[in-house]
């Protein structure tokens, strides 16, 4: 997530170049070639809608506000065509999680063969003008789109900036989140911006679902809490960007299931795309998160999970709201599941700690008057630029430093540099 750039996306990209630029200029990577793809004036292919007929159906009474264990294709067969009101899913996503009970590592064209059959099936149960909305990492929301824009029409492509962990040197900070709808999406006080606040019995009642935090101010209870109080707003316009719902980190927040999305995510989008007593749908229902948030907000829900535990678990879950107790509540809780099996960089050690290459730079950029470049830190630095390239993971990072002075890349001329060097500002360059 890069929000610090200011860049016009008709204009002039430098800004973003140059990061790429500082990201990658480490060796072997020496030069960067930019391919401006706006000169090729690609269009959108409009979608292939199929059919969308006007009718509505009923869904039988058995499967309302129910939790179904079962695999998802077989269980989705029961519902009949165009019923639902909403569905959300987070299926698994291939990428070898731990769940009880099945391999999360299908050969990749299966996975992609399998997605697209439940995606089918989800189109196929949705009511007109609903939608569809199916979280996944980037890199799967690409294959995805180009599936689901031949049976739905594309609404929004909502990125979900989840805060990572630190695991590797471009963290992946993001989810997507593909809306889709069945034909022309229908109008809503959600997705038309005027929608009011709304009241949960059993959830954090500070949480305004449709209107985001504004940048920088703290997510914390407590703090939202004595903003309330104070009467300060704290909330902006609802874009595309969510940037104020983190996962949940803490296990007091989490049962046992290994990725269990945060409450507060659902609230937003089921508040979006549905008013009260319509029907959530989430075939991949894990520890209940979408049924339970739909439950909360007054809405029908259908889960489908395969395994029993997490059945058992959601089923729990929603006796508790019965029960008036808010299912997300924070309790102590030993956990067998646990979140993110990424594995994390080792830790390095420093033979030159790397804040002294640093100020290093810093000097060089004193001398010079602007930022070095790596040939520059090679000619006048003290220090190997091995240490550099081994240590840092851009050169806006070995450069950290020397910004803080608010020096820039502009350079001297030729002329200018031997001038610096003749009034020995600058060491004689190695002949
Ligand atoms: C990413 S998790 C969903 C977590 C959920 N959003 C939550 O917050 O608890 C995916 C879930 O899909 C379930 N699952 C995997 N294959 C399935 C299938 N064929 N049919 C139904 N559920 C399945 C897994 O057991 C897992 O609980």
């Keep these: 997530m890069w929000r610090d750039l200011v860049c016009e996306l008709e204009g002039d990209l430098a800004p973003i170049i140059k990061r790429f630029a500082d990201l990658f200029g480490i060796e072997p990577y020496r030069e960067i070639q930019v391919f401006d793809c706006r000169l090729m004036n690609l269009n959108r292919i409009?979608?292939?809608?199929i059919n969308v007929t006007s009718q509505e159906n009923d869904i039988p009474e058995y499967l309302i506000d129910q939790v179904l264990e079962g695999d998802c294709l077989e269980?989705?067969?029961?519902?009949?065509?165009?019923?639902?009101?909403?569905?959300f899913t987070d299926p698994p996503y291939n990428l070898g999680k731990k769940y009880l009970g099945y391999s999360d590592n299908l050969e990749i064209k299966e996975y992609f063969k399998w997605c697209d059959h439940w995606i089918a099936e989800t189109a196929r149960i949705l009511k007109p003008g609903r939608t569809c909305a199916?979280?996944?990492?980037?890199?799967?929301?690409?294959?995805?789109?180009l599936f689901i824009k031949t049976v739905l029409e594309f609404q929004n492509w909502i990125v979900w900036d989840?805060?990572?962990?630190?695991?590797?040197?471009?963290?992946?900070?993001?989810?997507?989140?593909?809306?889709?709808?069945?034909?022309?999406?229908?109008?809503?006080?959600?997705?038309?911006?005027?929608?009011?606040?709304f009241y949960l019995t059993s959830a954090p009642k500070t949480f305004d679902a449709l209107k985001p935090l504004a940048d920088n101010y703290c997510l914390r209870?407590?703090?939202?809490?004595?903003?309330?109080?104070?009467?300060?707003?704290?909330?902006?316009?609802?874009?595309?960007l969510w940037t104020d719902i983190h996962r949940l980190k803490h296990n007091s927040r989490r049962v046992d299931h290994p990725c269990q999305l945060p409450p507060h995510l659902m609230y937003r989008i089921i508040s979006i795309f549905t008013k009260p007593d319509e029907v959530v749908l989430d075939c991949f229902n894990g520890a209940g998160t979408t049924t339970l948030a739909a439950n909360q907000?007054?809405?029908?829900?259908?889960?489908?999970?395969?395994?029993?535990?997490?059945?058992?678990?959601?089923?729990?879950?929603?006796?508790?709201i019965i029960a008036g107790l808010d299912p997300f509540r924070k309790e102590e809780r030993t956990l067998t599941a646990k979140n993110s099996p990424v594995p994390r960089m080792l830790k390095q050690?420093?033979?030159?700690?790397?804040?002294?290459?640093?100020?290093?730079?810093?000097?060089?950029?004193?001398?010079?008057?602007?930022?070095?470049?790596?040939?520059?830190?090679?000619?006048?630095?003290?220090?190997?630029?091995?240490?550099?390239d081994k240590y840092f993971v851009s050169w806006g990072e070995v450069c950290a430093a020397a910004r803080t002075t608010g020096m820039t890349e502009n350079r001297f001329s030729d002329n200018q540099l031997q001038e610096m060097i003749q009034l020995s500002l600058l060491p004689e360059p190695e002949s």
């Design 46 to 49: 409009q979608s292939s809608i």
């Design 75 to 87: 269980r989705l067969r029961e519902i009949p065509d165009n019923s639902i009101d909403f569905v």
């Design 134 to 145: 199916i979280l996944n990492i980037p890199l799967w929301a690409v294959r995805h789109f």
């Design 162 to 197: 989840a805060l990572a962990f630190p695991v590797r040197f471009i963290m992946p900070a993001h989810y997507t989140i593909l809306c889709f709808s069945k034909g022309e999406p229908r109008e809503l006080p959600g997705l038309t911006g005027t929608a009011g606040t």
């Design 221 to 240: 209870l407590a703090c939202l809490n004595k903003r309330k109080e104070g009467n300060i707003n704290d909330h902006t316009t609802l874009t595309d």
């Design 297 to 320: 907000l007054r809405r029908k829900y259908i889960g489908i999970e395969a395994l029993d535990k997490y059945c058992l678990i959601a089923r729990e879950r929603h006796a508790e």
């Design 349 to 388: 050690k420093y033979e030159i700690s790397k804040k002294t290459l640093q100020l290093e730079v810093k000097r060089i950029a004193n001398q010079l008057g602007h930022l070095p470049s790596r040939d520059e830190v090679i000619k006048y630095g003290e220090y190997s630029i091995e240490y550099y």
